[in-house]
Structure formats: C-alpha cells, structure tokens
C-alpha cells in the first residue's frame, strides 16, 4: 500500500533530473525566495511554472476556518496545474517554507517547451492533469456550491463546473446540519440557494453558466478589433480535434463553446469501441484530455459563450455571441453538433435537470442508486447509458419505438444489454405520462400495438431520441438538408451552389459549406456518421482545407 502511494505522488509530482532541469534552463531565470514568501495565490492569473533548485514550497488550500496543505515540492519538483495552460486564475496558494532557489519560467515559454521537447511533455501535461484530477477530487477550489438535491439549477450547475473541469466543492442544504452557519457568515437566506461562495469575492446567486464563467474567470479576453486565422464553434470531439490539429500546426485559433466543453461525448458515461482504449473511456475524459491539449497549443478557448449569428457575407466572417460581442475570422469550422428531441409528452420541460436528463454522467448516476431508472431511446448513447446505470439502478427500463436495437446500436451494447438481469428492453413502446411534485416520482408508457399502459415509480427517465441539428444561429447563410443538418463538400448539388451563388470556379472542399472558408464538421454535417471517431476525423481533416482557403 506504501509503495503504491508513492507511485501515485511520483506520477502526480515527479521530480526532474539534473539533464532535463538542464533543458529547461534556457527558457527561463533563476530567482531566489525568502522563507514565507508567497509565490502565488488563489485567485491570480498564473503565468507560469517554478521549478524548485533548492529549499522547499507548500502548496495549500485556503479556507474561510485556515489552510488546509495539498502538497509540499521537494528540490527537482515544479509548480502548476491545468489552469496555467489557459492562463487561468490559480486554485491554490504556493508559499515558499525556506529560503529557496527557483527556475521561474513564464506561460509563453513552457508553451514552447511543451511543442518541441517530448518527453518534457510527456512528464508535465500527464502531472498536471492528474493534479486537476486530485484537486476535483478532493474538492479542492476557492468555490462552494451550496445547493439542494432536488434543484434543477444545483444540478446545471454542477454539470456545468465538471465539464468545464472546475474543482469546487458542495454542500447539500438538505442533509448538511452545519450549513446554516456558513450561509451566515455570507449573509445567504435559504431560499436563494443554489448559491456560490468564493473567499473575499461576491457571492453567486444562482447564476447562468455565463455569469459563472465570467465570475471564474475560466474564459480569454477575445479583442474585437483581432482578427483570428480560424474560430471553431462548438467544443465537442469535432470542434476540439480542429482546435487541436489548427493550433498545432501555428494557426491563431478561437473557439467558442454554448456550454462546456464535450458536446454529446461528454455526457457519455464509457465509450468502448474508440481506437486505443480496449478498456474504454469517459466523454468527460477524453474532452478533457483535448481540452487540455488544445489549451497546450495556444487554441483560446471560450465556454458557455453561444454563438448567436453568423454573418458571412464578406470576410472577414463575423460571429455575433450572446453576450453581444463579436469574434472576426477569416476561416469558421462550425461543429455545434445536434440535441436531442423529446417525445410528446407533457411536463418534459418542468422536471428537465430534476428527474428527466438527457446525458448519464456520474453526477446522475449518484442520483440514481437503488432506483428504478427509464431510457428512451435506441442508440449507442442510450446503449451506454443502460450499461453503466444497471450495476447502480434498482432496475433499467430500456422503452424503444422500433422492433429492437440491431438497426442503430453497437452490437457489443447489445451483448451486453442482453446479459444484464436488471435491464428491460421494452420494444414499441413510448413514455405516455410523467408524474411528480418537487421531482419526477412515476413514469407511465404505452405499448404502441397493444394499447397496454404500464406505470412505475421511476426517479429518472433518461431522453436520448435522435437529435436535431443546432443549426438556428446560422440565419440563412448556408445550404443545410430538408432535416435542418449543413451540406458540405459532395452533397453540395450545382443547383445549391448556384442558390449561393457559389464564387469560386473550383468545387467546394470537403467539409466545406456553400460559402468558401466555412467548413462543417461532426454531428452537425448533413450524412455525417454519428460516431466521435468519425467526429474527430472530420475535426483534424477539416484543418487541411482551412490552410488551402487561408493561402487562396
């Protein structure tokens, strides 16, 4: 067990050898610090990394009752975490507890190291993600969510800082005795939970996803006067894979995401049939993981800010984002993906976020233990979620409108449905009623031939039912199919490119819309394969195209 954990503090604070401290000399300066000096602190944009020579730093938590330590840097060992990368504000205070000799190197030139030296990458990015890890974990944040177990915003809220990989830490108001004293000490009446408590800083009152990432501080200043070489719209695979590929390859990129990072993947509690992972992966992992990789590459990227128009007719593109800001660029790779659709049936609206959810995460998961669960739906993400919800769920309800799953779901899921004693496959058959007060309580269907109605006391009925493009904000500037989904490429017909008056003598791109320098990539492209390889394909291809237009 010893041995173990020291594995694990290796892998998460690795110490650097006298060769690769070497390698990093040249990128940045020594500088001396006295004990008790403070190196940085919560809240701070940080800007770069300190390697430790000599002496020793703590790493700890503050609270509003004192500190609680997270870690202490022996010689060899470095600073930072996930948020450096994006230029963030710091979660922690680094405080140095001896006299110590420091490397101290800025932002922009761990960036350079983390483009050209591999295994320097390699040691850095792998610890500073499993430090954000912990640092979720733990509950580690200068952020707490106080909030009820029956609130649609507590859940959003949550949903939305774990996607966007924010640590904080909450509290139920519902089953925590010792709550009332600290809504006390930020003069909070219970009625306005959920709420944010941040350390010396206003507090939240159930705010937008907006609000919040303003108030975190987790987005870029975009400058409207820039203009940017490619903006991506939407931080799905897609969107990330373009980030990613587009950054590396020294383009200024911009991405702007509606909510948080992983698009439909992200709710994806496993996917197992993505290349290189036999064991399978979280969508929130591996969005996270590209998240990070974008970030690594220079990519500015931007949650919860919707884009509201697209203006395309002239470069450079203008896209209008809710917040009434603008982002100029002379490519867009639109990758905003789709959503699904709800059956018909009343009271969907009223429970969404508090019994009816539309992505089976482990935050649902924990709201589903020893109880009975329905599914709506037929494909791979319904497939998963079944799977991963029955080890927990007192029983799975698995309600389909067709004849059976072999026409639109992986054949592994099926194996596995099928071998699950827990989970039911209900074939023509649709949520007819939902019933609850403060919640959902009780889930009625109908079996479409026989007319049967079946009532259950069903604590979470989970909508994954097809999917509509999220095409609303384009406004008329491009081509899209009968079902609302972006043409691009073949699919473009001489009659389509002539409606778009098509100014080009060669043909559209691959991947390219009726307007020249507008591509379309994964879920949101009409004939696309709805599978994230395909998504992460389209993404990383689409990169090529937009260097071709760039030089035209």
Request: net charge neutral; hydrophobic share 40%.
């Amino acid at each position: 067990m010893e041995q173990r954990l020291r594995d694990q503090r290796d892998a998460i604070f690795p110490k650097l050898g006298t060769a690769l401290i070497e390698r990093l000399e040249r990128f940045g300066r020594r500088r001396h610090a006295k004990a008790g000096e403070i190196l940085f602190d919560v809240g701070e944009t940080t800007n770069g990394i300190f390697v430790l020579l000599s002496g020793q730093i703590e790493a700890v938590s503050p609270t509003h009752v004192g500190e609680t330590i997270i870690t202490t840097h022996e010689p060899g060992e470095f600073t930072g975490e996930v948020a450096m990368l994006a230029g963030q504000r710091t979660m922690v205070r680094g405080r140095a507890t001896r006299d110590s000799e420091l490397l101290e190197i800025d932002r922009a030139s761990l960036r350079r190291i983390l483009e050209t030296d591999a295994e320097i990458n390699e040691i850095i990015l792998r610890a500073f993600l499993q430090r954000r890890a912990q640092l979720i974990a733990r509950g580690v944040s200068d952020v707490i969510l106080v909030g009820a177990t029956h609130s649609a915003d507590t859940l959003r809220l949550k949903e939305f800082m774990t996607r966007a990989g924010h640590p904080f830490a909450y509290i139920d108001a519902e089953n925590d005795k010792g709550v009332q004293e600290l809504l006390d000490h930020f003069e909070v009446r219970v009625d306005e939970i959920p709420v944010l408590l941040r350390d010396k800083q206003p507090v939240l009152r159930n705010p937008s996803n907006a609000e919040l990432a303003l108030a975190l501080g987790l987005n870029p200043v975009l400058k409207e006067s820039a203009v940017h070489d490619l903006v991506v719209v939407g931080a799905g695979p897609a969107g990330l894979a373009a980030a990613v590929y587009a950054a590396s390859e020294g383009l200024d990129v911009v991405v702007v995401e509606g909510e948080a990072p992983g698009g439909q993947a992200g709710s994806s509690s496993r996917i197992e049939n993505y290349l290189g992972f036999p064991n399978g992966i979280s969508g929130q992992e591996l969005t996270t993981r590209a998240f990070a990789q974008a970030q690594k590459f220079g990519a500015q990227l931007a949650v919860a800010a919707r884009a509201k128009k697209l203006e395309c007719g002239r470069k450079p593109f203008t896209i209008r984002l809710a917040d009434g800001s603008r982002v100029h660029s002379r490519s867009v790779i639109i990758a905003t993906g789709a959503t699904y659709r709800k059956p018909d049936c009343k009271r969907i609206a009223e429970f969404v976020g508090n019994g009816v959810y539309y992505g089976a995460t482990h935050v649902e998961a924990q709201l589903c233990k020893g109880e009975e669960v329905a599914i709506v739906g037929a494909g791979n993400s319904a497939g998963q979620a079944a799977v991963f919800l029955a080890p927990q769920a007192k029983h799975v309800h698995m309600l389909v409108r067709g004849e059976g799953l072999v026409d639109s779901m992986s054949r592994y899921l099926i194996a596995r449905i099928e071998s699950s004693p827990n989970i039911t496959l209900r074939t023509r058959t649709q949520v007819d009623e939902i019933e609850g007060r403060e919640c959902l309580e009780r889930v009625s269907w109908r079996h479409a031939d026989t007319r049967l109605r079946e009532t259950r006391d069903v604590r979470a009925l989970f909508l994954m039912t097809g999917a509509r493009p999220n095409t609303e904000w384009l406004d008329g500037c491009l081509a899209l199919d009968e079902k609302g989904f972006v043409k691009t490429g073949v699919e473009l017909e001489p009659q389509a490119l002539a409606t778009a008056q098509w100014p080009l003598t060669r043909a559209p791109y691959p991947l390219e819309t009726s307007v020249p320098g507008i591509f379309a990539v994964g879920d949101v492209r009409s004939g696309s394969v709805k599978r994230v390889a395909s998504a992460v394909g389209e993404g990383s291809v689409a990169v090529q195209f937009v260097h071709s237009v760039l030089a035209e």
